[in-house]
């Protein structure tokens, strides 16, 4: 059953965004070479930084997906080295700069609508006493098929499985634990719970399940 919830953004004015991509698309200027600058809305050739390619990436997703790009920008990117990834509180969007920087074009805008789906179904408030890392584990199976099946990029090894396609994040943390319990038992060793995600914005960037080794994108930080 497909939950539809209310997301809490601020509001914000994405009109000068659409003017300077349309312009750039009229006068075929190309926007995976040219970065954005805040001062005068105008494009200079450069080798972009992080937070550059996240703004471009940014516009191409409101261009081509207007609800991921809508919601999009009501993220603030904040730099963040000490996260593996991404991550979102629902306010900010936690950023590493090398991981963005390495990412291809394609894919980065991909990431930033994986991102911005986290908020916009509340996994964050919808979490209650589950395990952190688990948990985020669970939302990132149930959002990467809709990313995926919307026609975007998302890197190679990212959480999907087609048994969890179709379920809601606490049906999949569910099956999950389910999992984790059978295979301690098998195995003789005690039940690991997961990352604990209290040591920093990377909630669940370490899985312990066995054979689940994947990019992980972090939907909140430790606090929430």
């Not at 005690?190 to 040591?199: A, E, I, W």
Request: charged share 20%.
């Amino acid at each position: 059953m497909v939950r539809h919830v209310q997301a809490h953004f601020a509001p914000i004015s994405i009109e000068k965004h659409v003017t300077v991509a349309r312009h750039c698309q009229l006068t075929g200027t190309s926007m995976t070479t040219y970065g954005y600058r805040d001062d005068n809305l105008c494009f200079k050739s450069q080798k972009l930084k992080a937070l550059d390619l996240i703004r471009k990436a940014r516009t191409v997703l409101l261009l081509d997906h207007p609800f991921f790009g809508a919601l999009i920008f009501r993220l603030t990117p904040v730099s963040a080295p000490s996260i593996p990834t991404m991550a979102t509180d629902g306010k900010s969007l936690f950023y590493n700069p090398a991981f963005v920087e390495e990412l291809p074009p394609d894919q980065l805008v991909g990431v930033l609508a994986h991102e911005v789906m986290h908020p916009a179904l509340q996994h964050h408030t919808r979490r209650g006493n589950r395990n952190p890392g688990r948990w985020n584990e669970a939302a990132d199976y149930a959002i990467n098929p809709l990313v995926l099946k919307a026609g975007l990029a998302l890197p190679k090894d990212v959480l999907d499985d087609y048994r969890y396609h179709n379920l809601s994040a606490e049906q999949i943390y569910n099956r999950l634990e389910e999992e984790a319990s059978e295979n301690s038992s098998n195995s003789g060793s005690p039940q690991s719970s997961g990352s604990t995600g209290d040591s920093d914005l990377s909630s669940g960037s370490q899985s312990s399940l066995p054979d689940r080794k994947s990019t992980r994108l972090n939907s909140s930080h430790a606090n929430i």
